[in-house]
């Protein structure tokens, strides 16, 4: 495997689980996420998202941007210093709920999205940050990748196919170093209290999981890896009594080489869907016709209702609400070096 480094600002994951992933839901579903443009779309745009999103993932966004802040807060410039400060998390929380104004459906529900991440965050800070009864630091730093915090950091994997150029990568919240040198990820999840066990059953098998630890194991041979610490933060409980769970998660080298090689499998069937659509000049008509796209109750509502059923329910006029009622997605570039 060869590797890629690439720090980029807070998103999803380029080539990650969930853009292969959701091949395997539906094809039609990871088409529409992920390749269809309407003729109006901006050329730095892929794949179409629905207008408004829904509050549970605002929610998580905003707490994201505020966790990204605060493990940041504490850097001076060249190592973690442990000085967290809840100010500027804080501030980032409201800067970004103004930036995505547009994706909330009313003021109100924002006003109110705002108060409980900002709660969410406080809580978080005064049990982990500093004289907090579970405080990362001294033990947990955040470590030091050529000169900056590991936070955000993007790791891409080579998938080392002829075709050339197909990349997995994995998104870290924040990469931890212990007091033995040991490397840990974590990944930042809010959660409802009462999806907290199924969400930790979950990642004991979850891509996501096991494409971070992957990068991890590849990108950084000189140190062990302890593991991927899933961090949940229960939504629920924000304002009364404020609820955690940390769960460590690693993978063992077949169920490595089993993930890698489903990657590889869904990345050789997504350039077979490309070749196919760049042959027609009607890509729509020819998605129709050539993916895996019946619709049946656990595809279209298995993971939750799909973005886009309201599309299938009726595909003669679903292409007009796609293009009345989504909005472009703006790319996001794969890893700059490979
Ligand atoms: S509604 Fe069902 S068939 Fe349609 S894109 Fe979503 S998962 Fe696929």
Not at 4 to 20: H, K, L, T, V
Not at 104 to 130: C, K, V
Not at 248 to 277: C, H, M, W
């Amino acid at each position: 495997m060869t590797h890629s480094f690439s720090p980029r600002p807070a998103g999803g994951s380029a080539r990650g689980w969930s853009y292969y992933s959701a091949l395997s839901n539906c094809e039609l579903q990871w088409f529409l996420k992920y390749l269809y443009r309407s003729k109006e779309a901006p050329p730095k745009s892929t794949g179409m998202e629905a207008r408004f999103t829904p509050r549970h993932l605002l929610v998580g966004s905003l707490f994201h941007i505020g966790a990204e802040t605060w493990y940041r807060s504490s850097w001076d410039g060249s190592q973690d210093t442990g000085a967290y400060n809840l100010d500027p998390a804080i501030d980032a929380i409201h800067t970004l709920a103004t930036e995505r104004e547009a994706e909330w459906s009313s003021p109100n529900e924002r006003l109110d999205d705002i108060a409980l991440a900002s709660s969410l965050m406080t809580h978080y800070g005064q049990r982990f940050g500093p004289n907090g009864p579970e405080q990362d630091y001294p033990n947990y730093r955040v470590f030091n990748f050529n000169g900056l915090p590991a936070v955000e950091l993007e790791l891409g994997i080579d998938l080392e196919m002829a075709t050339g150029g197909e990349v997995f990568t994995s998104k870290l919240d924040v990469i931890l170093m212990d007091n033995n040198g040991v490397l840990w990820g974590m990944e930042h999840k809010t959660s409802a209290a009462r999806r907290v066990h199924s969400q930790l059953q979950k990642f004991n098998m979850d891509g996501q999981v096991t494409g971070q630890y992957t990068n991890l194991l590849s990108h950084f041979p000189s140190h062990q890896i302890g593991g991927v610490i899933i961090n949940i933060v229960v939504k629920d409980a924000a304002k009364t009594k404020p609820s955690f769970h940390r769960r460590i998660y690693t993978r063992t080298e077949p169920q490595i080489q089993q993930f890698l090689d489903s990657v590889r499998i869904k990345s050789a069937r997504i350039n077979q869907i490309k070749d196919g659509l760049t042959k027609t000049p009607d890509q729509w008509d020819t998605a129709l016709t050539i993916l895996d796209c019946t619709p049946n109750a656990e595809r279209c509502y298995g993971m939750g209702k799909c973005d886009f059923f309201e599309i299938c329910l009726d595909r003669e006029v679903g292409r007009r609400i796609l293009d009345t009622s989504f909005i472009p997605r703006v790319r996001v570039d794969g890893p700059t070096a490979v």
